[in-house]
């Protein structure tokens, strides 16, 4: 006796939520992107109490169209521009539902050896699609995983640079003097790491972009590691990044990984939301000088179509990450692991559970092909492209930062000078937002406000960066003419 569906039950409520599912996302243009609740709006529209009885799916889709999706930000929606894109394709979701059906957990080669050996071959074959080095594949001595996140990807890192630069670690514990090398644009996840890891803030050092740019200055970084060692500390990694989160910037990776190889450093280029770019021959530049790194993490569950979590971790040195986090109980031991012949992905990452997430990716590409990936990358690159063009011919607006791939920093431009023009852009992001016809993020770059526009929801077409510009352009128009006096939008003042 099972109090789980019996089969043939899953097969119509399945159809049920499938057909939820192509309705709900059929119907995301016509919605709000951000939902109008105050705090505490859903808690108030939930049973406080489990149910004690069986309760009927229908009654559970009722309440997720009553009360989830009016809360929810609708991170699919085509006309979402925040942070970055967070895809989840129809693709991946098919994916998703074989991993689950299967409900296997992939820690170890031998507890579901397909769930190994599929992520093993496609990180194999996205390394070689992305045109990196040979030596961050299985066949070269290196190797790849799925992480969760980005986040995970740069705290193991953080753990097989730590071990390398001191293999008693495992034993001592880290010493205190271990440094850490940065920029002010670098992911905060990094300072996370170094939090995680014990180091404390004191060991993240940022180092100084080079002059006019946002991206880390390789001399600076050399004079901090020579300061560094002369004092006796261990500087340990550097972290270059190709695409930062706030504007796009790019860390000259080339340079950065020379002077840090000098030191022994490990360095960890972090492309989350770039590196799949380098899918597209007229990208891979952005790659350039990876292959001096160590490990390189991208987020598929970013901008290419993949639902969250994926996000790919290779490393140049196979060994690298068992040497730091493996640790065997007597529950886990087995022959295939003993016989060194396979990869227990366990060692790879912090928890030991791990899902199936290979099969989302695969369903992905086998889905869209490389094609369809390149295709939807330069889409949207053409769009920021044009977008682009648009701000830097009207005199209301101006680009913060040259265009970054798909991500578009601008700001609203009043004449009055940079404060006017910093409040009046936080102003115009507001009533966007407030609006419900597009979702816009912001960031602070070089101590100005800056209104981030990132292209990349799966189904975001031209006419909905139009959209978008339409709206930005209505809003500034309306908050200039409520400022000069509440004259009525479209009638100058000197009419009145
Ligand atoms: C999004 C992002 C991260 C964090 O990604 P998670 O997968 O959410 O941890 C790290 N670095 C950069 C540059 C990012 O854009």
């Not at 059929?26 to 406080?48: E, K, T």
């Not at 539902?97 to 071959?121: C, D, F, H, N, R």
């Not at 002369?230 to 020379?258: K, S």
Request: proline share 6%.
């Amino acid at each position: 006796m099972t109090v789980d569906l019996d089969p043939e039950e899953f097969r119509r409520l399945g159809h049920a939520v499938v057909d939820w599912i192509a309705d709900h996302r059929a119907g995301l243009d016509a919605l709000p992107v951000q939902p109008g609740v105050d705090p505490g709006w859903v808690r108030a529209r939930l049973p406080a109490e489990l149910p004690e009885d069986p309760a009927p799916l229908d009654a559970l889709l009722d309440t997720v169209d009553r009360v989830v999706v009016p809360a929810s930000t609708l991170w699919q929606h085509p006309r979402f521009f925040g942070y970055f894109p967070a895809n989840a394709s129809l693709h991946s979701l098919l994916g998703d539902m074989l991993s689950g059906a299967l409900g296997a957990q992939g820690m170890l080669w031998s507890t579901s050896p397909a769930a190994t050996e599929v992520e093993q071959v496609l990180l194999d074959a996205f390394a070689a699609a992305l045109g990196l080095d040979p030596a961050f594949t299985f066949a070269g001595r290196g190797g790849g995983c799925i992480q969760d996140s980005a986040s995970s990807g740069a705290l193991v890192a953080l753990l097989a640079a730590l071990h390398r630069a001191e293999p008693r670690w495992r034993e001592t514990g880290v010493g205190g003097d271990e440094r850490v090398y940065v920029t002010a644009e670098t992911h905060s996840s990094l300072a996370k790491a170094v939090r995680v890891a014990g180091l404390g803030a004191r060991s993240l050092r940022v180092v100084d972009a080079a002059p006019g740019s946002l991206g880390m200055d390789p001399d600076a970084l050399a004079a901090a590691l020579a300061a560094d060692a002369a004092a006796g500390l261990r500087p340990v990694l550097v972290c270059p990044t190709v695409g930062t989160t706030g504007t796009g910037a790019i860390d000259p990776v080339r340079q950065v990984a020379e002077v840090a190889r000098e030191h022994g450093v490990w360095v960890h280029v972090d492309a989350a939301w770039a590196g799949v770019a380098a899918l597209c021959p007229e990208f891979r530049h952005l790659l350039d000088g990876v292959e001096l790194a160590d490990s390189l993490s991208t987020n598929p569950h970013k901008w290419l179509l993949t639902a969250f979590d994926a996000s790919l971790l290779w490393v140049r040195d196979g060994a690298a990450l068992p040497a730091a986090l493996s640790i065997t109980p007597e529950y886990l031991r087995n022959t295939a692991s003993e016989s060194g012949t396979v990869v227990d992905y366990r060692d790879w990452q912090v928890p030991l559970g791990r899902r199936f997430r290979a099969l989302k990716l695969w369903a992905v590409v086998h889905g869209t092909g490389l094609s369809g990936l390149r295709s939807h990358i330069r889409e949207h690159v053409a769009l920021a492209a044009k977008l682009a063009d648009r701000v830097r011919a009207d005199p209301a607006f101006e680009l913060a930062a040259e265009p970054s791939l798909a991500l578009v920093c601008l700001r609203v431009v009043t004449g009055a000078g940079p404060d006017a023009d910093d409040a009046a852009s936080r102003e115009v992001l507001t009533r966007v937002n407030a609006s419900g016809t597009a979702f816009l993020t912001h960031t602070v770059a070089g101590g100005r406000y800056v209104i981030r526009v990132a292209i990349g929801a799966v189904t975001t077409g031209p006419e909905h960066v139009d959209q978008l510009w339409d709206r930005l352009r209505a809003e500034a128009a309306a908050m200039l003419h409520q400022r000069q006096g509440n004259s009525q939008p479209g009638s100058p003042r000197h009419l009145r």
